[in-house]
């Protein structure tokens, strides 16, 4: 597999244009129909508009940044310099539109950055074990893991399994769980369907994998919850074989073992938890922008009292991420905005411009040994930033056209393939998978 070095990319910078979807095509265009233009009608010259800029890349760059007034109806085409009438809609077909035009500015960015990496190549690979997903045509998911083995030679092995296991519930959340050993189970929150209740399952890797033969189906137990936005299993030793779950307006901490619970009501729907390991505390992201801390060592309260640290954000927090140190904590929320935020004062250290969201629950990927924060946007674009000084390094434009459901899934694993293994990231589009090596 040849290898493709990460580079910086300070100069495709994104802009916080609104994006627009499109369907998926079996087929990468080619970049030059993105230099084809529509026939439009009745070009208009834009107001106080000097001489064609066409051959001096000057001018070009002044004429693009200077501000050009909106006139309604009509488009700006900034390489010719001119307005454009929108045309009306005919048979409930428009050739133009807004849409449509950013669309198209969005594909020749995407395949114009494309063209730029340098020598990508598609894979037939996966990380260490990673568990993954599969939607099914006739509706539910197929649910499994992968394995890797191997990097020697720049080459990668990967091995599926066909046990699969399937469900036609959604589920919401899903985290690694060590109830017997490291990533032992896998704790599943599934949405309720019909008169059927919500649950939290946790199953045995071995229902996935039969990586450990040990392991039998008996061990499994699932708990019935209402609908569950996010869960986390704790693995400090004060809160053993516990898990939590974040629901609408509450906070559900459960003993797999003894089957008790503990209940922390919220004023939001909690979207993001995580454990901390060096004490019983779990952190809670909320829709509300709210971060909190609970001690799960205290018996439930009622109103806000148990809240220990807190946070805010201005959109809600759709992914947290403790550093190992646990002194700071990584979020995001669905403005787009990555905050560092130092426990000890409250107060946010650094922020990591450049990622766009508008509502999904999107997760971060903090990588403290390389150094890294990785995290897809709504937009497709897989970006790279400096946890040191939060410099962007570098953006990855998603393979396939962008579209609400082709949102890439990255992985990134400083050992691929093993202990032997060397850093690089693992990208996920429809049913395709993507390597790209770092040095």
Known sequence: MKRNYWRSREKHGWSNRRHSYCPHQSRRPSHDNCTERLELEEPQTPVNAGPSSSGDPSSSSLTQNSV??????????????????????????????KESIQYKAMECKRLRLLEEEENQKKADVACERIF???????????????????????????????????????????????LTHPDSHVLLCL????ETPGCASLLPASLFSNTYPGDRPGMLCSFK???????????????????????????????VVTGHRQTFGTNSDVLAQQFAT???????????????????????????????????HDSAVTSIHLLEAEHYLMAA?????????????????????????????????????????????QDCYTRIWSLQ?????????????????????????????GSRGVPGLLMAVKQDLYHFSYN
Not at 230 to 242: F, M, R
Request: overall charge positive; some cysteine; proline content about 5%.
């Open 68 to 97: 050009v007034p909106e006139l309604p109806g009509f488009y700006y085409d900034s390489e010719k310099n001119r307005y454009f009438r929108l045309l009306p809609g005919h048979n409930n077909y428009n050739p133009l539109t």
């Open 132 to 178: 993954t997903v599969n939607d099914v045509e006739h509706g539910g998911c197929k649910y499994g893991i992968i394995n890797l083995s191997g990097l020697g030679k720049e080459s990668l092995t990967v091995e599926m399994y066909d046990n699969l296991y399937f469900t036609n519930r959604k589920v919401n959340s899903v985290c690694w769980a060590s």
């Open 191 to 194: 949405m309720g369907i019909a």
């Open 225 to 255: 919850i209402s609908t569950a936005w996010s869960c986390a299993w704790c693995l400090n030793p004060q809160a053993d074989n516990c898990f939590s779950t974040g629901l609408t307006r509450r906070v559900l901490v459960t003993n």
């Open 278 to 312: 060096q004490t019983p505390v779990l952190f809670n992201g909320c829709r509300s922008g709210e971060i909190f801390s609970i001690d799960v060592r205290q018996r439930s309260r009622k109103g806000q009292s148990w809240k220990a640290i807190r946070l805010f």
């Open 333 to 377: 929320d669905m403005a787009g905005k990555i905050k560092l935020w130092d426990l000890r004062t409250a107060k946010c250290v650094k922020q990591y411009k450049g990622h766009h969201n508008e509502y999904a629950i999107l997760p971060l990927h903090v990588k403290e040994e390389e150094g890294l924060l990785i995290a897809v946007g």
């Open 389 to 417: 000084d939060a410099h962007l390094l570098r953006t990855i434009p998603s393979p396939h056209p962008s579209s609400k459901d082709a949102i890439p899934s990255v992985v990134f694993s400083s050992r691929l393939g």
